[in-house]
């Protein structure tokens, strides 16, 4: 398959949002894909464009993206606010 590393990007962050989603116990999967994406995008950037350790040929930017992605999660949970 020639886009396998696009596809694996995102099945990744949608499970990571799922996982998150249910490991915290709330139902708000479409905040934790949302958090999740755009983490991934600018996993994808960081790891593409700005420090240029990998291509869009190898799976580099996956690992970056997936990352970013657990990051973000864990920065929303935290700093959610909980009324």
Do not use: C, E, N, P
């Not at 499970?15 to 708000?28: C, E, H, K, P």
């Not at 960081?46 to 930017?61: N, P, S």
Request: no cysteine; net charge positive.
């Amino acid at each position: 398959m020639q886009h396998a590393d696009i596809v694996i990007a995102v099945v990744g962050v949608f499970v990571l949002a799922w996982l998150a989603d249910q490991i915290t116990g709330r139902r708000g999967l479409f905040a934790t894909s949302l958090v999740s994406g755009v983490a991934a995008v600018a996993g994808w950037f960081l790891a593409i464009r700005v420090f240029a350790v990998g291509t869009m040929d190898g799976f580099g930017w996956v690992v970056w993206s997936l990352a970013a992605s657990v990051l973000a999660l864990v920065g929303f949970f935290l700093f959610r606010s909980k009324r």
